[in-house]
């Protein structure tokens, strides 16, 4: 005749169970607290917002706690200033024409089949502060998915090529007139800069796509003119790492030649 199981045990068992469950259910309470927290702060001329999550929306990825995204946010920015002067010292010269702001909005972008989006430039989605430098107000907004990346990728990505590359065509007036290849060459050759200055790997896969992306679609229509009229400086293009700073010069002297 089997034994009656020992009453004691099978208390202590389910006491423990019991409280592990109660553990977990705090923790998920807990985060999913923290998602819905908005926060706002200004941390090295930058205006940084987090947006809190929409409680009635299921996400299609899990979403990272609202502190932990403005932590995000504020390590890119350190790496940025303390790797890549260059990169820097265009964010300065953003923050002497107007606002800057960055934000992480856990339901940017829209859950969509096609291509995902990952940060945006939208410039003077606000009024500019009373006391801004100028009624310009330059905008990157950070989505669900690269807040997840590398703190390399967070700042070259989503702050580099959204905030500086375009937020630098937005204050010279030329953002509207350029076509998108061009846009996109000249954000994107100063977020090359930014990944170079930070020393990631260059020939991960990852950054080699990147780089063939760079050269063979986006700026492709410029090295066509690099070719032509500066055939001696397209080895430039052949360096593992760009010289960034005498491409955009040269970049500059393509656009000037464009037709309005």
Not at 48 to 74: C, F, H, Q, W, Y
Not at 167 to 190: D, F, K, P, W
């Amino acid at each position: 005749m089997p034994s009656m199981p020992n009453m004691s045990l099978v208390s202590f068992c389910s006491a423990t169970i019991a409280w592990i469950l109660a553990l977990l259910l705090f923790a998920f309470a807990a985060q999913a607290a923290d998602n819905r927290i908005a926060i706002d702060d200004y941390y090295r001329g930058i205006y940084l917002k987090v947006v809190p999550a929409d409680p009635t929306v299921n996400p299609d990825i899990s979403l990272i706690g609202s502190r932990e995204a403005m932590g995000a946010l504020k390590n890119a920015i350190d790496l940025i200033y303390e790797k890549s002067p260059f990169n820097a010292d265009a964010l300065d010269l953003l923050k002497s024409k107007g606002d800057v702001v960055v934000i992480y909005d856990p339901g940017f972008p829209e859950w969509s089949r096609s291509d995902i989006t990952l940060a945006a430039f939208l410039p003077d989605l606000f009024e500019p502060a009373a006391d801004a430098p100028g009624d310009t107000v330059f905008v990157a907004m950070l989505g669900r998915y690269i807040i997840k990346h590398s703190p390399a990728e967070i700042a070259a990505e989503g702050i580099v090529h959204e905030l500086v590359g375009h937020g630098i065509q937005h204050m010279n007036g030329r953002l509207a007139n350029m076509n998108g290849l061009n846009i996109e060459c000249e954000a994107s050759l100063y977020e090359m800069q930014a990944f170079q200055d930070f020393g990631v790997d260059l020939y991960t896969d990852y950054m080699v796509n990147f780089r063939l992306e760079l050269e063979d679609h986006h700026c492709d229509d410029f090295k066509r003119f690099m070719r032509t009229r500066m055939g001696s400086l397209m080895p430039l293009w052949d360096e593992s790492l760009l010289d960034v700073k005498q491409i955009l010069a040269i970049f500059d002297e393509y656009l000037a030649q464009l037709p309005n």
